[in-house]
């Protein structure tokens, strides 16, 4: 095969024989070459050179701005560095005896999880990813070819009834002679080798599937990648490529059916299929957060088939499984978000729907939340008249991811005038005792214009010519009063820095006196143009 590909090589146009990609296929060829040559030798190294120089001046040629051009580039550095990367790898496995094999494994573990770390952007082209997944592939078929044979007793593929001994939890590189659960059509496939007569044995067999979990590993992110592409078809096809793998870990067969249902769930058609691999999947080998994701997947394919009561079911089977799973709150709250939007004005999903926010806001403690802290609002500014949405607001007590709700202080400002205002002053007041920088400028700015809207209300009401059916503009005056003192009390130094920085501000960009003339007649302007259209009308 190796003469095939170098045959094919030379029959390429000549534009193709000086480029960076055909200077990599030389490099790889000239890495494997020979019977069982595993040493890095003066051709590997003087191609390699020529390779990366070949990727050098391709980059010198694109202009200096990032155009899609530079991405293939990029790739193709990428893969040179890993072909040093794959030189070591087969000095090593050159060198591995069953003596030392745990240092052995120990060297290849550094450099395959440097591997997981360097990926492309998930964004990237598919055709990258894909070129990516084959070319690592072929190095993990090589630590199989090495590895495998000294597992000396090689256990034949289980069913459900394997060992739970063996099951437990697994992060990528630790543990990795876990059992495989999965499911496929309908039917459970627990593929796991018996524990081993003593802890040598096991140790043994957990580096030996090494190369396969690697295999495991990739697959399923290039399933996950091409899933965010929309490419369902592809995504479905690399998963079923993993039953051909004889083991997997525990955290593999838990992605590879996530992202199975998930994949069913992006198609109408065959969302009561991924409702099927979820139920007929044992989850004994899982942890609690395993199963409470599973379980909220779930209840995602109940909602979606109308199956509400199931639904609601397996949602609060999900947070009930794992209190501390963000995820599953976020979705139960979702869940009931909809609801109330689907049975207005009836309030009970609303707020359900605001203690589940709350809880995920609090757990996940990451800028995503800020999603959940906006619809709670919106969810507040719907209650009802009895108060029971924000009666469930003022009901949690667990931690206020005070952080996050700085990006929604003009929000919370003029929800001082709204019917969850004692709600949005209890936000502000927790933002003033911890961020006040955050918060003293849009607070500043707020209190100057309701000092502006109460001077031009003032005359309006001396002559009764103001219209009580209109509603003042901006937050209320005795909210914004009450604020601000309580942030000076707390800060009164960094209080007085702020405001010296303030009127620095306003003397050293001042504006100069044309602006100023300008400014006036706009402002005369439109006096003039209210007065005409109050006339006319």
């Not at 070949?54 to 890993?82: D, K, R, S, Y």
């Not at 995504?235 to 993993?242: A, E």
Request: aromatic share 8%.
């Amino acid at each position: 095969r190796q003469t095939q590909v170098r045959q094919l090589l030379k029959a390429t146009p000549a534009e193709f024989a000086g480029s960076s990609r055909a200077k990599f296929y030389e490099t790889y060829l000239a890495l494997v070459k020979g019977s069982g040559e595993r040493a890095k030798t003066t051709d590997f190294q003087r191609m390699c050179k020529e390779g990366i120089k070949a990727c050098l001046q391709e980059w010198n040629e694109l202009p200096p701005v990032g155009t899609p051009a530079h991405i293939g580039i990029l790739h193709l550095f990428q893969l040179m560095v890993e072909l040093g990367d794959a030189s070591n790898i087969y000095t090593s496995l050159a060198a591995t005896k069953a003596e030392n094999l745990e240092a052995k494994s120990g060297d290849l573990k550094s450099v395959l999880q440097t591997w997981r770390e360097r990926l492309p952007n998930n964004s990237d082209p598919i055709n990258i990813w894909s070129d990516l997944v084959a070319w690592r592939q072929h190095i993990f078929k090589a630590i199989n070819d090495v590895y495998v044979p000294f597992i000396t007793q090689p256990q034949p593929p289980q069913q459900s009834t394997a060992d739970d001994s063996s099951a437990g939890q697994s992060d990528g590189l630790k543990s990795p002679n876990k059992s495989k659960a999965d499911v496929k059509n309908g039917r459970k496939d627990a593929d796991d080798g018996k524990p081993a007569a003593g802890a040598t044995n096991s140790a043994l067999t957990s580096y030996a599937y090494r190369g396969y979990h690697e295999m495991a590993w990739i697959i399923n992110r290039f399933a996950h990648v091409a899933r965010l592409h929309g490419l369902v078809d592809v995504c479905i096809g690399s998963l079923t490529r993993i039953y051909t793998l004889p083991n997997i870990e525990i955290q593999e067969a838990f992605l590879k059916l996530r992202e199975q249902a998930k994949c069913y769930y992006d198609r109408p058609q065959e969302l009561q299929s991924g409702l099927d691999v979820i139920s007929n999947t044992n989850l004994m080998y899982f942890s609690r957060g395993q199963k409470a994701e599973f379980f909220t997947l779930k209840g995602q394919f109940l909602a979606k088939l109308g199956k509400l009561d199931e639904a609601n079911h397996a949602f609060a089977t999900g947070a009930q499984l794992e209190l501390n799973s963000p995820k599953a709150w976020a979705a139960w709250g979702r869940y009931n978000d909809e609801c109330f939007c689907r049975n207005l004005p009836d309030t009970t999903g609303a707020v359900n729907a605001i203690s589940c926010y709350m809880q995920a806001a609090g757990l996940a403690k990451r800028p995503r939340v800020r999603r959940f802290l906006a619809r709670t609002l919106w969810l507040l500014s719907q209650d009802d008249a009895n108060g029971s949405v924000c009666a469930a607001f003022d009901a949690y007590n667990g931690e206020m991811p005070t952080w996050y709700w700085i990006a929604l202080v003009p929000q919370l400002l003029a929800g001082l005038d709204a019917p969850y205002s004692r709600q949005a002053q209890q936000i502000l007041l927790r933002i003033a005792k911890q961020y006040p920088q955050a918060l003293y400028y849009a607070l500043r700015t707020a209190r100057e214009e309701s000092l502006v809207q109460r001077r031009q209300q003032a005359p309006a009401a001396e002559s009764g010519a103001a219209d009580p059916a209109t509603p003042s503009q901006g937050p209320p005056a005795p909210a914004i009063d009450e604020l601000m003192p309580k942030l000076k009390t707390a800060h009164p130094l960094l209080t007085l820095s702020m405001e010296a920085m303030i009127d620095q501000i306003v003397h050293r960009l001042k504006p100069c006196p044309e602006e100023d003339i300008y400014r006036l007649a706009h402002a005369l302007l439109s006096d003039g143009l209210q007065q005409l259209h109050q006339q006319v009308s």
